[in-house]
C-alpha cells in the first residue's frame, strides 16, 4: 500500500501562487508514476498533471499548461504543484495520486492510491 498526504491547499487572489506538496509513505517503491488532479463541485474529477519517477517526464492539462509545474523529491518521496497565475476556474479540491504503470496516464481510473485532498479557493 502507499499512503498520500497532501498539504499546502489555501485561499488566494486571482493572480496568486500557491505550491501543493504530496508526501508519500509506504510501498513506494511501486509507485512509478505521481499526478496530480481535481475535482470542483458538481464536476467530474479531472487531470491537472503528472510525472514519472524515473526520468522526470512531465504532462499537464491544456487547461494549466505554462501556469502550473509538477516536480518530485525523490529522497523525500515528495511531489510538488506550483500554481502560479491561479484564476477562480481553478477553484477545487486538488487530488495527489500514484500508480505503478510504466508510462504517464491521465484518467483517474488509472490510479490506484489516493490522497484525502486539499482545498484550493481563488479569489476574484
Known amino acids: 500500500q502507499v499512503q498520500l498526504a497532501e498539504s499546502g491547499g489555501g485561499l488566494v487572489q486571482a493572480g496568486g501562487s500557491l505550491r501543493l506538496s504530496c508526501a508519500a509513505s509506504?510501498?513506494?517503491?511501486?509507485?512509478?508514476?505521481m499526478g496530480w488532479f481535481r475535482q470542483a463541485p458538481g464536476k467530474e474529477r479531472e487531470f491537472v498533471a503528472a510525472?514519472?519517477?524515473?526520468?522526470?517526464?512531465?504532462y499537464y492539462a491544456d487547461s494549466v499548461k505554462g501556469r502550473f509545474t509538477i516536480s518530485g523529491d525523490s529522497a523525500k518521496n515528495t511531489v510538488y504543484l506550483q500554481m502560479n497565475s491561479l484564476k477562480p476556474a481553478d477553484t477545487a479540491v486538488y487530488y495527489c495520486?500514484?500508480?505503478?504503470?510504466?508510462?504517464?496516464?491521465?484518467?483517474?481510473?488509472?490510479?490506484?492510491?489516493w490522497g484525502q485532498g486539499t482545498q484550493v479557493t481563488v479569489s476574484s
Open positions: 509506504g510501498r513506494t517503491f511501486s509507485s512509478t508514476i
Open positions: 495520486a500514484a500508480n505503478s504503470r510504466p508510462t504517464i496516464v491521465t484518467r483517474a481510473g488509472q490510479y490506484d492510491y
Open positions: 510525472i514519472s519517477w524515473s526520468g522526470g517526464n512531465t
